[in-house]
């Protein structure tokens, strides 16, 4: 059994461009979604308590936003143009005290594909992380988490063909992040 984790999780690296030691295994995107920015904006609390996303993010994302302001967070949004698609520029309107941007690859409803790495860019520029939702897109186009300027990025299985209830959350190396769930070593003490 453990050697069939260990080739999926090579698979999954291949998949979007990653190490298997980024790759943690989920139950699925919402959990991906949840434990990437419920994680990352605890381990960057001490920079500031602002989360932002696109506007039309999927559920989940909006989800994982809910809990964080149930415990003090604040959300910011980056609006959409009549494209469907977010402007990189927008970024700079993001308060100071934001510490992760999550944007997702490919819209959920209209599929549309969003300036991901541009918007990355800017985002770095001014000391955020990104998150990428990345569901809708793995293996639709070629997916490289590192091309795209992500922290960490989520995929699920039942969307290109694997099996439901199996998803991803790659953790770029040096990324910070703290896990939801504690008391246990699974996926390396990330899970």
Same mark, same amino acid.
């Given at each position: 059994?453990?050697?069939?984790?260990?080739?999926?999780?090579?698979?999954?690296?291949?998949?979007?461009?990653?190490?298997?030691?980024? =790759?943690?295994?989920?139950?699925?995107?919402?959990?991906?979604?949840?434990?990437?920015?419920?994680?990352?904006?605890?381990?960057?609390?001490?920079?500031?308590?602002?989360?932002?996303?696109?506007?039309?993010?999927?559920?989940?994302?909006?989800?994982?936003?809910?809990?964080?302001?149930?415990?003090?967070?604040?959300?910011?949004?980056?609006?959409?143009?009549?494209?469907?698609?977010?402007?990189?520029?927008?970024?700079?309107?993001?308060?100071?005290?934001?510490?992760?941007?999550?944007?997702?690859?490919?819209?959920?409803?209209?599929?549309?594909?969003?300036?991901?790495?541009?918007?990355?860019?800017?985002?770095?520029?001014?000391?955020?992380?990104?998150?990428?939702?990345?569901?809708?897109?793995?293996?639709?186009?070629?997916?490289?988490?590192?091309?795209?300027?992500?922290?960490?990025? =989520?995929?699920?299985?039942?969307?290109?063909?694997?099996?439901?209830?199996?998803?991803?959350?790659?953790?770029?190396?040096?990324?910070?992040?703290?896990?939801?769930?504690?008391?246990?070593?699974?996926?390396?003490?990330?899970?």
């Amino acid at each position: 059994a453990r050697a069939a984790i260990e080739r999926a999780r090579e698979q999954v690296a291949a998949l979007v461009g990653a190490r298997p030691d980024e =790759v943690v295994f989920t139950s699925g995107g919402t959990e991906g979604d949840h434990a990437g920015l419920v994680g990352a904006a605890w381990a960057l609390e001490g920079r500031g308590r602002t989360v932002a996303c696109s506007a039309i993010e999927h559920h989940a994302v909006h989800g994982a936003l809910e809990v964080l302001r149930r415990v003090g967070f604040r959300a910011a949004h980056l609006p959409c143009g009549p494209d469907g698609r977010v402007r990189p520029a927008d970024v700079d309107a993001l308060p100071p005290d934001t510490t992760v941007l999550s944007l997702m690859l490919a819209n959920n409803e209209t599929g549309v594909l969003q300036p991901v790495a541009e918007t990355a860019a800017r985002a770095r520029a001014r000391g955020m992380r990104v998150h990428c939702d990345a569901v809708q897109a793995a293996g639709k186009v070629p997916v490289d988490v590192a091309a795209l300027g992500a922290d960490w990025l =989520v995929i699920s299985g039942h969307k290109f063909g694997g099996p439901k209830g199996a998803g991803a959350l790659v953790v770029r190396r040096g990324a910070p992040f703290e896990p939801l769930f504690r008391g246990s070593g699974h996926e390396r003490g990330r899970r």
